[in-house]
Structures are given as structure tokens and as C-alpha cells.
């Protein structure tokens, strides 16, 4: 399973868009990449998924390039209810291999 | 629809003692994960199954740990005689037959479990 390296952290403010760009160098072909949100004391949540291109849904859109070793969770206009932390998977179904994830802060 | 339901949500319990955590996944999905959470740390697989059997189990961390799913719905993790290191946040997961690509995990609110 690839591993993925993403910002431990990141800042910013109500009404901004906020990108948080995942990296997988080591992406296998069969692999999707999917982002999931976690509130404390919440399980993760499903936020996106892809395999290529841009996918984009009611929440977030996703970024992937060509060659697919990185991708970019793009949060339009941000709330103070987006405060959470963001995991970048790869993986091609079954168990999934968090990271330590991206603290997104969003201050008013 | 209901989502992931576990119970109890917290159980604090003695160094040495035996525990019982439930998921209750969400109605006809067919895979069933189970995950621990520590503090500032993202979930960490434990076991996986597929109906009734289990599918992966390699990151169950040892023989104390052993989850069942007789049935194919309702799962219950088991770990025997507890240490303080088992203290983390318990979380099941559940995702639909596999419809191809990647498929979406739901997850429940976990149990917090405190070992004292």
C-alpha cells in the first residue's frame, strides 16, 4: 500500500479556499485516492474519491495529475465547521492506512 | 438510514480484565473493519471481513485481540486481559459489496476504551 505524505498542519480563514496537496510517489496503478474528515470525538467521514483528473462532488473537489503521484483537496470557501483533520489515502479497497493527517484550522 | 452504530461509546475498565466492544454495521453492507485510534494519531487497521469470515487480520497487534462476526452483520472485538497500552478509541467501519474501484467506508463513533 503506498504511503502518503500531506502538511501536519495547516491555517485559515471563513470564506477562503483552502488546498491541502497529498503526496504518493509510490502509487500502484489499481489504486484509488480518497480523503476522508474526522471531527473529534467522530469517526473519519468520507469526503472524495478519484483515480484521475478532477472529480468534484457537493463538498470538495480533487486535483489529480497525470502522473497520479500527487493529488489536491480543494475546500471552497471554508467555515468554521470545516475544522478538522484530513486524510489522504491510497489503496485499492479493503483496509485503509491513515496517516497522522492535515489539521485544518479555520478562523473567523 | 441508520449509520454505524457501537456500543458501549466509553468503558473504562481494569488492567487485566477482559472487554467486549459491538459495531452494529450499516443494513446489507458485506465488509466490516474494525480500527484503533490513539491520541493525535490517525486510525490503525486491525481486522477485516468479508460476511462472516475474516479477510485480514494481520494488524490485530496480538493473541489478546480477536474479533468475531458469526453471522455476517453484528461484529464484537474481544481483547483479554487488558494492559493501559490498549487505551485508544475503538472504530468499526462497514462499506457495501464492492460495486468496483474503491469503495467507501462508513464509520461508526467509536468506543473509547480506558484501561486503568
Redesign the interface.
Known amino acids: 500500500l503506498a504511503k502518503t505524505t500531506q502538511p501536519i498542519s495547516m491555517d485559515s480563514y471563513e470564506g477562503q479556499e483552502v488546498n491541502i496537496t497529498c503526496s504518493h510517489n509510490n502509487i500502484a496503478t489499481n489504486d ?1 485516492i ?1 480523503w476522508y474528515q474526522q471531527f473529534p ?6 469526503i472524495i ?1 478519484g ?1 484521475k483528473t478532477k472529480v468534484t462532488n457537493e463538498v470538495a473537489s480533487l486535483f489529480i495529475p497525470a502522473d497520479r503521484k500527487s493529488s489536491t483537496l480543494s475546500l471552497p470557501r471554508v467555515s468554521l465547521s470545516d475544522t478538522a ?1 484530513y ?1 489522504c489515502l491510497v ?11 492535515t489539521r485544518l484550522q479555520v478562523f473567523p | 438510514g441508520a449509520g ?1 452504530s457501537q456500543t458501549p461509546s466509553n468503558k473504562v475498565t481494569e488492567k487485566g480484565k477482559y472487554v467486549e466492544l459491538r459495531c452494529d454495521p450499516i443494513s446489507g453492507h458485506t ?1 466490516l ?1 474494525w ?1 484503533r485510534q490513539s491520541l ?6 486491525l481486522i ?1 471481513f468479508q460476511g462472516t469470515g475474516a ?2 487480520d494481520s ?1 490485530l497487534p496480538n493473541d489478546r485481540f480477536f474479533a468475531v462476526r458469526p453471522e455476517g452483520s453484528v461484529s464484537t472485538l474481544k481483547i483479554q486481559r487488558t494492559e493501559r497500552g490498549d487505551s485508544a478509541v475503538y ?3 462497514s462499506s457495501p459489496p ?1 460495486s468496483g ?10 468506543t473509547r476504551l480506558t484501561v486503568l
Not at chain 1, 470525538?41 to 468520507?46: C, H, I, V
Not at chain 2, 493525535?40 to 487497521?45: A, D, L, M, S
Not at chain 2, 474501484?101 to 467509536?110: C, E, L
Open positions: 484509488y480518497t470525538s467522530q469517526g473519519p467521514r468520507f474519491q483515480y483533520v486524510y489503496g485499492d479497497n479493503d483496509k485503509l492506512i491513515f496517516g497522522t493527517g | 454505524v465488509a473493519y480500527y493525535g494519531q490517525g486510525p490503525e487497521f477485516y479477510a485480514d494488524g472504530l468499526c467501519a464492492a474501484g474503491g469503495d467507501t467506508q462508513y464509520f461508526g463513533p467509536g
